[in-house]
């Protein structure tokens, strides 16, 4: 069974909205505050979370940016704020989807469905006896468990979905450690190395592209 956080300050629109999911056959957790909805994120294991931008305590926007350095649940913005820049902002913190109010709640649920689905076809990469789980965070090498820091996850992570693709070091960076680390590619250098020797026998699929970065090739 599905697990939705609905984080919203509202108490109607809460309700409103996990009706539509209790309907669905979801089982919801409630949080009327930023602050609520990250101690509720890091003790339970959701499949997706609605969340408000403006509350009181934390404000949605910080809300997804710290949810997103953790995890790759899908989240689904709702606002009553139109303007372009905010859509915009929503999405470059790593927001899946932006739902405007007043919400209709069957849009809202066509929206839910599609992205659970699309998040649970893609929820685990598998090549011969080597697996990612992007859900758990487990990397799996012939059977045994690998441990993975969190930035090499997230390095991993990022490659594998963009595999096949060149990229360049800089936007790795960016990615994975934020402007904050601008021109510091030596670390992702290092990453690389780490991550190389963790895979043993599958090193060669990330594969050095000359003068540009990385590539993880299939």
């Given at each position: 069974?599905?697990q939705?956080?609905?984080?919203?300050?509202?108490?109607?629109i809460?309700e409103?909205i996990?009706?539509?999911?209790?309907?669905?056959g979801?089982?919801?957790t409630?949080?009327?505050?930023?602050?609520?909805?990250l101690?509720?994120f890091?003790?339970g294991?959701?499949?997706?979370i609605v969340l408000?931008?403006m509350?009181?305590?934390l404000?949605?926007?910080?809300?997804?940016?710290e949810?997103?350095?953790?995890?790759?649940?899908?989240?689904?913005i709702?606002t009553?704020?139109?303007?372009?820049?905010s859509?915009?902002k929503?999405?470059?913190?790593?927001a899946d989807?932006?739902?405007?109010?007043?919400?209709?709640?069957?849009?809202?649920i066509a929206?839910s469905?599609?992205?659970l689905?699309?998040?649970?076809?893609?929820?685990?990469?598998?090549y011969e006896?080597l697996?990612l789980?992007?859900?758990?965070?487990?990397?799996k090498l012939?059977g045994?468990?690998i441990d993975l820091t969190p930035k090499e996850?997230?390095l991993?992570?990022?490659?594998?979905e963009?595999k096949n693709?060149a990229l360049?070091?800089?936007?790795l960076?960016d990615?994975?450690?934020?402007?904050s680390f601008?021109?510091q590619?030596r670390v992702?250098d290092?990453?690389v190395?780490?991550?190389?020797?963790?895979?043993?026998?599958y090193?060669h699929?990330i594969?050095?592209?000359?003068k540009?970065?990385y590539?993880?090739?299939?």
């Amino acid at each position: 069974m599905n697990q939705i956080l609905i984080v919203e300050d509202e108490s109607h629109i809460r309700e409103f909205i996990g009706l539509y999911y209790k309907a669905e056959g979801y089982q919801i957790t409630e949080a009327e505050d930023g602050e609520e909805a990250l101690d509720l994120f890091k003790k339970g294991n959701f499949d997706l979370i609605v969340l408000d931008i403006m509350m009181p305590k934390l404000d949605g926007y910080a809300v997804c940016k710290e949810i997103r350095s953790q995890s790759d649940v899908p989240i689904i913005i709702l606002t009553a704020i139109t303007t372009e820049e905010s859509e915009l902002k929503c999405y470059e913190l790593g927001a899946d989807d932006y739902v405007t109010k007043p919400l209709k709640g069957k849009t809202l649920i066509a929206k839910s469905k599609r992205m659970l689905d699309r998040y649970k076809a893609s929820d685990i990469f598998t090549y011969e006896s080597l697996s990612l789980d992007f859900k758990s965070r487990l990397l799996k090498l012939d059977g045994n468990n690998i441990d993975l820091t969190p930035k090499e996850y997230e390095l991993l992570h990022h490659l594998i979905e963009n595999k096949n693709i060149a990229l360049s070091r800089e936007s790795l960076l960016d990615a994975v450690w934020g402007y904050s680390f601008y021109g510091q590619t030596r670390v992702v250098d290092n990453h690389v190395k780490k991550l190389r020797k963790k895979l043993g026998d599958y090193a060669h699929l990330i594969q050095t592209v000359s003068k540009v970065g990385y590539r993880f090739q299939l």
